[in-house]
């Protein structure tokens, strides 16, 4: 599951790179509703276009994401958004109350599922499903854009060898994506 929002009203100084899977808290225990382990991401937002140069924007966009399984007792979104709005000032301490001291754009959360049988098989000729359509998945991300960029060196040779090779058949590209055994030991 996923939560953040884009907003305007951090210090500059702070804005000048991203975040990518960074953890600052311990296990969170939500008693029947299970553990979490939070992660962050961040992204400064306007800079590097029109002259905007690092350091120059107060605005950044940022996610708060764990890793759970579809049980019902799970965390709800609306949960997860609070937990947001609550730790975000320890991620980001150049603001200490969301509420007050950011402007806010827009707000997003998504639950993103994951499949153990994955990845998922091409169901026709000539056609490839690549990032989260493929279900092809990570350790660390678990999600497809992760996963692919992971692979991307292998999956575009593997696909150029396909179209070279006329190698277009649901079989064939099947093994474009075929199934990693090193995953199984990841899976909560």
């Excluded at 169901?123 to 990032?131: A, D, I, P, T």
Aim: proline share 6%; hydrophobic share 35%; aromatic share 12%.
């Amino acid at each position: 599951a996923v939560v953040g929002s884009c907003a305007s009203g951090y210090d500059p100084a702070t804005n000048l790179i991203g975040d990518i899977i960074y953890t600052n808290t311990e296990i969170q225990d939500k008693g029947e509703n299970g553990k979490l382990q939070y992660f962050w991401e961040a992204f400064p937002v306007k800079i590097g276009r029109n002259g905007n140069e690092p350091g120059s924007s107060n605005t950044k966009t940022t996610y708060m994401f764990t890793y759970m399984d579809a049980d019902e007792r799970r965390p709800s979104l609306e949960m997860l958004m609070e937990d947001y709005w609550k730790i975000l000032p320890e991620y980001q301490p150049s603001i200490s109350d969301p509420e007050t001291d950011l402007d806010v754009h827009r707000v997003l959360f998504a639950y993103f599922p994951t499949y153990k049988d994955s990845p998922l098989k091409p169901q026709w000729s000539r056609v490839l499903g690549v990032g989260d359509a493929s279900g092809i998945q990570s350790p660390l991300s678990f999600g497809g854009f992760g996963a692919l960029t992971r692979h991307l060196d292998r999956i575009t040779g593997a696909v150029s060898d396909a179209l070279e090779n006329s190698l277009l058949h649901k079989d064939d590209l099947a093994e474009i994506n075929a199934y990693t055994p090193n995953l199984s030991a990841t899976w909560m």
